[in-house]
């Protein structure tokens, strides 16, 4: 009996090897009639089983959905060695296991976190990840597609539409690799070319060259290839079949009015929505108002949102709702070449909005036309409160704000203008003028709407802003490297030049990390001064006694929530709690 028990143990260990040997040397093979089972991420899939009596299992091929709910749960529970050893199982799979490219099977599992949050949830009580993963890959296929996708920025949530049915192995379709390996050889970042997929899928079908050859083909037109970039980043559509039509008419009439094809790529970004026809809609609008082409060109470059926001459809809004209100097409036209600020992102947005309030407190179309053909450059020029805010603040009713405003619409402005737009036409205008002189000599682009947004980020004159600045490139850094930190964390010029000096001082001298970790992670110099010495002295007193890992990047030990810091940075030591209070009570008395 025992011989016969030693002998069946023998031949079942046998049968799984064999059985994950041929798992390795010959994948899983999609049946032709794929059985879909609870959703469209499962998939039937044959497998030789030689142990049990059947031919056919079901195998999983799809962890993002089937585990969510779980993984929702544990999110919190996950620590980041777990994860980070669930990253490199991943990328073990799909390197060594599947011959992945090192580079596309590293970018995958380091930016895949739902993807790598559901594997998790499949192993969450093993004690080690790795070697649990490794063992899930061996018998369970995943689909490849998933971690790809979300790789490339988009959610799991839109993946039904855009997941093959019938595959789940990269590899098995050449031809999308080949073409999403064109795209990041021309260089269109990876993070964009997951808006291409979606929005142009059928690219990642084209045969080898022909995409790269037609990335080309606007080159040939006078685009540099950084505008290109952000063109098929915006308009994934340009990609597909020949040249738009629309968009040639587009850059034939900017070129009348004297703009060059890099205008269009200055004001233009990924998150920007382009359509051809509004923008000609919008172009034969002016004309038709009476804008002949000096005027246009004018115009587009003191507005330039007017024609790249949403490709003109706020000009669009404005006419439908002053036609609602009685004017004649004629009329609006006059009323434009009469008031070509209201033409602007922010008079359309001024005058929509006090349409709306004298509508609200009851007024009529008729005197809300009237106040708008007399008043339009004021009503265009200052932003308004909401009419409940102007009726509280009063104590009085609507029909007395409305019968005031009739007999006097200054009045409107008077009672309804936001304090804050008050302030900003109070400022001092040459704060305003050296402001913007240091910002355009950082490489920023006149009447853009970046900046537009810097003006309102950074604090201080010209000369005081210029001085940190040159701060930062005496303490060693690289101009140009500056002004890309500027860029990035405009705040660090919000910051007096003392107190940038003391926090470079801090982090060379006192914390021993090189100069160029700042370049890396430039809000370290954002951070208040008691809060680095804090965490780092904390960080350092585990560091002496072993219990840390030597040079941490700054964002990891200074970005983190409080919370998170004393999970990771206090309760990894018996003694972590006690150091960590009085190193906090030291500083609190010293501060």
Not at 195 to 209: L, P, Q, R, S, V
Request: some cysteine; charged content about 25%; aromatic content about 10%.
């Amino acid at each position: 009996m025992l011989i016969h028990r030693i002998s069946y143990n023998r031949r079942f260990w046998i049968s799984e090897m064999i059985s994950e040997l041929h798992y390795v040397l010959c994948p899983p093979t999609v049946c032709k009639n794929a059985c879909i089972r609870n959703g469209p991420f499962f998939i039937s899939v044959k497998r030789r089983n030689f142990c049990t009596s059947e031919s056919t299992s079901l195998v999983k091929t799809g962890v993002v959905y089937s585990h969510q709910s779980q993984a929702s749960a544990n999110s919190n529970r996950v620590s980041r060695l777990v994860r980070t050893e669930a990253q490199t199982a991943l990328f073990d799979y799909l390197h060594f296991t599947r011959g992945f490219h090192f580079t596309d099977a590293e970018y995958m599992s380091k930016n895949s976190p739902h993807f790598i949050q559901n594997l998790l949830s499949v192993v969450d009580n093993e004690q080690d990840v790795s070697r649990a993963l490794s063992k899930y890959f061996r018998y369970n296929p995943i689909n490849e597609y998933e971690p790809f996708l979300e790789s490339l920025g988009l959610n799991p949530t839109e993946f039904p539409s855009l997941l093959p049915k019938s595959l789940i192995f990269l590899g098995d379709d050449g031809l999308l690799l080949d073409n999403f390996h064109a795209l990041c050889g021309y260089g269109i970042p990876r993070t964009k070319i997951g808006k291409i997929y979606k929005e142009a899928k059928e690219i990642f079908g084209y045969d080898h060259g022909v995409l790269s050859m037609k990335l080309k083909a606007y080159e040939k037109m006078g685009f540099s290839k950084s505008t290109v970039i952000k063109l098929v980043a915006c308009c994934p559509s340009l990609l597909i079949g020949r040249i738009d039509n629309k968009f040639l008419m587009v850059l034939d009439k900017l070129k009348g009015f004297g703009f060059g094809n890099e205008w269009v790529g200055s004001y233009i970004s990924e998150r920007t929505t382009l359509n051809w026809d509004k923008m000609l809609d919008t172009m034969s609008f002016l004309v038709q108002v009476g804008y002949d082409d000096k005027q246009m060109k004018t115009l587009f470059t003191e507005n330039p949102t007017l024609l790249f926001e949403v490709s003109g459809k706020r000009i669009h809004v404005l006419v439908g709702q002053l036609l609602k209100l009685g004017f004649k097409m004629n009329q609006i036209y006059d009323l434009f070449l009469k008031n070509s600020q209201i033409l602007s992102s922010k008079g359309a947005k001024n005058l929509s909005t006090a349409v709306c309030f004298l509508v609200e407190i009851g007024m009529e179309t008729e005197e809300i036309a009237s106040i708008v053909a007399t008043h339009m450059e004021v009503l265009g020029s200052n932003s308004l409160k909401a009419p409940t805010t102007v009726i509280n603040s009063l104590k009085i009713q609507k029909d007395d704000l409305c019968r005031g405003i009739k007999k006097d619409p200054l009045m409107l402005i008077n009672l309804a203008t936001k304090s804050d737009a008050k302030a900003t036409n109070n400022q001092d205008s040459n704060t305003i003028v050296e402001r913007k002189s240091f910002l355009l000599r950082l490489g920023y682009i006149e009447n853009s709407e970046e900046l537009s947004k810097a003006l309102k980020k950074f604090r201080g004159r010209g000369d005081q802003l210029q001085e940190r600045f040159d701060c930062l490139v005496q303490a060693g850094l690289d101009y140009n490297v500056v002004s890309s930190m500027i860029k990035r964390a405009p705040s660090v010029l919000n910051q007096t030049k003392d107190l940038l000096e003391k926090k470079l001082d801090c982090l060379q001298n006192r914390l021993g990390y090189p100069l160029e970790a700042v370049v890396v992670f430039p809000s370290y110099l954002c951070y208040d001064i008691q809060r680095i010495n804090l965490r780092f002295s904390m960080y350092l007193w585990l560091l002496e006694r072993g219990a840390a890992k030597p040079k941490l990047s700054l964002s990891t030990i200074l970005a983190c929530s409080d919370a998170r810091f004393v999970k990771y940075f206090v309760h990894i030591h018996p003694e972590g709690v006690s150091t960590w209070e009085n190193l906090k009570n030291s500083f609190n008395s010293r501060y």
